[in-house]
């Protein structure tokens, strides 16, 4: 669905790599977690998938389309939405149903077709009550969900969401996550999300970890997470139940390394102290 | 403090006039204006005052409401009221030194009055019975006929609209910057005017440097949406002038020739 090739990006020719070497594939139907510290890259990488930024060097090829050629930026722009940290700069409408219709307007679809997609989207995310409703009234949560909602209604193939939750209060950042995980199951929608917020990679089917600009892990979050001292060396924390089994581990009590959940966690220890 | 500043005053609601096509609307609006100064004599004035009442009743908008917007320009209409009482030339009733009252200017300066009060009763109910979203798309769909010779009137549109979405969020802003610069000590409210508009500088630029930060955000956010001006754009919304816009106009029309005929008897 997604794949690069050397994707290497530079701002200015002058100018070191942001990125390099970035050589991934990501298949329909998948949910990806990037993980990496303020400026490894992780945002850069993202805005390549729908040609907001064109590769300097390499190539992006969404579904065989490459993303350099113009006549099909259109195309490319529907089919992989983002969406941005801060919800209130993506928002352009002054009521919910408007919002979510603007990129359907722009697309030129007809208006009865619009209604009907904008009722799919806002009930998809869970948003149908608040329809006529102004977003600058609503809380940060249901803010980040209409923006979801405003790209859902692309029907897309895949979403990206670039530290969708970084703005949010706990209760607002489950909101956007379990709306995330329904999307990508019910849905099938590919789901790309850019965190720094270890307890959030863990749903993912797979993890990049970026460092410096280059993909320096991949794998399950099982497999990335138990190894606690390499994500610590790149200034990556673990989630905390896994670090809690590594401090373990180190005090000679044998639990899994693997654990990444609180449920798991519970599980381990109660066997453990019984 | 900053809550009170209202700004796109409208007063949700499903009343006839509510939901006038807001084209329409405006143009009616712009009938009315040019009947109020069309207007010679009392009985007009009559006419009108009836009109204009008639119309805020079935805009289900409260009087007292629609009568606060005349607060702010108070002082204003006080003001043109006495220069046009003094300074209309004509028969002398009474004289002072150089002032003089004249019975010309007695009736001229409560001409202009009832201008201005029915002016601003005019336009603000047109602003309370139509959503700014539908202001924007209705004055969009006005300045089409512009838009062959070049106007872009699109953008135009887009521009105002995504002004009205941001007014509410800057102004949270500027309350936040506010109170985080009263923190360290900033002093807004002493001082004279000098003193206090410099006092507003630590305010405005971080204000300005994080409103271009939103409109750089913003702008990607909307290219992402596949926003690509008014070109073949639809409207979720879709606006048709229907059988109570026809009856709206055919009403101020029979207004409009009530007041012409009026202004002849007197």
Known sequence: ?274 | MLKDITLGQYFPGNSFIHRLDAMIKLILSAVYLVIIFLIKNFYGYGLLAAFTLFTIIISTVPLKFVLKGIKPLLWFIIFTAILNLFMTGGTVIWQFGFLKLTKEGISFAVFMMLRIVFLVLGTSLLTYTTSPIALTDGIERLLTPFGKMGLPTHELAMMMSIALRFIPTLLEETDKIMKAQMARGADFQSGNLIKRAKALIPLLVPLFISAFRRADELAIAMECRCYRGGKNRTRLNESKIGYPDIIACVFVLLFALAIISVNKAG
């Open chain 1, 1 to 274: 669905m997604i794949k690069t090739k050397n994707l290497e990006f530079k701002y200015n020719v002058d100018l070191d790599p942001v990125i390099k070497n970035i050589n991934i594939n990501i298949k329909k139907g998948e949910f990806v977690a990037v993980l990496g510290h303020n400026g490894s890259g992780k945002s850069t990488l993202a805005k390549h998938f729908n040609a907001i930024l064109l590769p300097s060097g390499g190539a992006v090829y969404i579904r065989g389309m490459d993303t350099r050629n113009e006549n099909l930026l259109y195309e490319i722009r529907r089919e992989i939405g983002m969406v941005f940290q801060n919800p209130d700069n993506q928002i352009v409408a002054t009521i919910v149903e408007e919002d979510v219709a603007f990129a359907l307007e722009n697309l030129g679809v007809p208006s009865q077709e619009i209604r009907k997609t904008v009722d799919w989207a806002l009930e998809t995310v869970g948003m149908s009550e608040y329809k006529k409703h102004a977003p600058h009234l609503l809380s940060g949560g249901q803010k980040q969900r209409i923006a979801i909602a405003g790209i859902l209604a692309m029907k897309p193939e895949c979403i990206v969401l670039d530290e969708p939750t970084a703005m949010l209060d706990p209760i607002g950042r489950g909101e956007v996550i379990n709306t995330l995980k329904r999307l990508n199951k019910s849905e099938e929608i590919t789901i790309i999300l850019i965190t720094h917020n270890m307890d959030e990679a863990v749903f993912a089917h797979r993890v990049l970890v970026m460092n410096d600009g280059e993909i320096i892990k991949e794998g399950t979050p099982a497999d990335v997470f138990s190894d606690v001292e390499g994500m610590k060396s790149v200034g990556l924390d673990v989630p905390q139940v896994t670090e809690l089994m590594y401090e373990l581990r180190k005090e000679g009590i044998d639990v899994p390394q693997d654990v990444l959940t609180i449920e798991q966690a519970y599980e381990v220890l109660s066997e453990v102290l019984c």
